[in-house]
Each structure stands twice: as structure tokens, then as C-alpha cells.
Nanobody, 117 residues
């Protein structure tokens, strides 16, 4: 499954960004049954889970982003979004979209988010 992430950029601390991930070549039935998530990897650090939304719509967030980030999905458009508010310099990382179904895991190309202090 091909995932296309977009929406990264440079923002000042306290600002907002919205990341989007699309799966244009995926049929609806394949997209809608998968759990979709956003991960991030900062320089010198391991990739970590930021947020996930299951096929049923349940969400889970890393403690560091709770109350600031919101993940959502639109199955008809085959997209998943991450609204990021009150951004902090520690949120600086490459953000990756992920699709997981059973043992299958697909990754997007990553989009850079840089938060200046």
C-alpha cells in the first residue's frame, strides 16, 4: 500500500500544523479495515508512536502529545490526518504515516516538522 504524507514544515513554538496521509491507490475496503498511525523520529532517537486510530475509530496517543494532537481518518477519502496544536521544539522530527493490518505494516515517505523556539 502506497502512503503519501504531506503537511510538514517550519513553525514557531505554540503554533499549529496539520499532517495528512493519503492512500490514493488503495481501495476503500482495504483502507477502512486497517489501523492507521503517525510515528515520528527525531535525530539520534528511535522512531516512536505519536497517535493511532483503529479501524473502529478508537484513538490512542503518546503521553507527550495528549491534549495537543488529534488524529482522525476519512475512509471515503482514504486519508488520515494529524492536527498538531501548541507545538513545542521537542516535537521536531520526521513524521511517518503507517498502515497496519494483521502482520502487514506499510510506511509513508515521511514529512519533516520543525518547531523553532
Amino acid at each position: 500500500v502506497q502512503l503519501q504524507a504531506s503537511g510538514g514544515g517550519l513553525v514557531q513554538a505554540g503554533g499549529s500544523l496539520r499532517l495528512s496521509c493519503a492512500a490514493p491507490r488503495t481501495i476503500f475496503s482495504v483502507f477502512s479495515v486497517a489501523d492507521m498511525g503517525w510515528y515520528r523520529q527525531a535525530p539520534g532517537k528511535q522512531r516512536e508512536l505519536v497517535a493511532v486510530i483503529t479501524a473502529s475509530g478508537s484513538t490512542n496517543y503518546a503521553d507527550s502529545v495528549k491534549g495537543r494532537f488529534t488524529i482522525s481518518r476519512n475512509n471515503s477519502r482514504k486519508t488520515v490526518s494529524l492536527q498538531m496544536n501548541s507545538l513545542k521544539p521537542d516535537d521536531t522530527a520526521v513524521y511517518y504515516c503507517n498502515r497496519k493490518e494483521g502482520q502487514t505494516s506499510d510506511w509513508g515517505q515521511g514529512t519533516q516538522v520543525t518547531v523553532s523556539s
